[in-house]
């Protein structure tokens, strides 16, 4: 779902106190507007200026809040120099910079999930992911799926199988090093995560790169995009 936010400025006359009182009365009704995800409030108080940050799961429903906004704020004593914008969200820069534009108080789907993954992690073809490989031995392709899994279908050669829940803590540098995989020792290693179809695979790249690391992609289309490019498959990945 594509967020649209409102950018609010204007000058304010009164003191921080006065101001901060201002806001805190203001801030329930806000937060029970129809369709905010959420705002940030915010303040320069040497500049003397003010606003806030509005982000709306409806493009309408941010218009209709903007024009109430524009009339009140017009009409509140010690308020100028008002400037209210109206922007969209690009949603795969906003993803992979951990952009808080979805409201989170809902259930989130496999899809929602996957979706965000997706738009946050680079991806490559079954060639490209090839070529990588050959000229960065270095790279570590990951079959983030259970192994039976992959006993089944057969994976990418040389990709080893850390299925999608061991990742939480074998690329985590905080657990007891007994519970850590060494290969995910160097977060700038380049890594390639992978499933049957994509999606998966995504998820666990974002996991990787939400976990710190620098370099990691998704093999577009999973490892069925691999099988239908012609290319070999082994049936077990190593672990």
């Known amino acids: 779902m594509t967020a649209h936010m409102l950018q609010v400025n204007f000058n304010f006359s009164s003191t921080r106190a006065e101001y901060e009182a201002f806001c805190q009365s203001s801030a329930a009704p806000i ?3 129809p369709d905010l995800n959420w705002k940030i409030w915010l303040m320069n108080e040497t500049e003397k200026e003010a606003g806030g940050i509005y982000c709306f799961a409806e493009a309408d429903a941010a218009a209709a809040f903007a024009r109430d906004l524009e009339t009140m704020l017009h009409s509140t004593p010690g308020l100028s120099k008002l400037s209210i914008k109206q922007f969209g969200v690009l949603e795969a820069p906003t993803a992979i910079t951990r952009g808080p534009v979805t409201r989170t108080n809902g259930a989130v789907t496999f899809g929602q999930m996957a979706a965000t993954a997706a738009a946050a992690i680079p991806s490559l073809g ?3 992911t090839r070529q990588r ?12 799926r259970d192994a039976a899994d992959i006993v089944a279908t057969g994976t990418v050669p040389g990709a080893v199988n850390l299925s999608y829940g061991a990742l939480t803590y074998l690329a985590d540098s905080e657990v007891p090093e007994s519970w850590r995989d060494p290969r995910l020792a160097d977060r700038n290693r380049p890594i390639i995560t992978t499933c049957i179809l994509g999606p998966l695979g995504a998820m666990g790249g974002k996991l990787l790169h939400d976990m710190g690391f620098t370099d990691v992609s998704v093999l577009e289309g999973g490892v069925q995009a691999w099988i ?3 290319l070999p498959v082994v049936k077990n990945g190593s672990s």
Do not use: F, R, S, W
């Open 31 to 33: 937060a029970g507007i």
């Open 126 to 128: 079954p060639e490209a």
């Open 228 to 230: 239908d490019a012609g």
């Open 133 to 144: 490989m050959t000229e960065q031995p270095d790279t570590l392709v990951i079959d983030v």
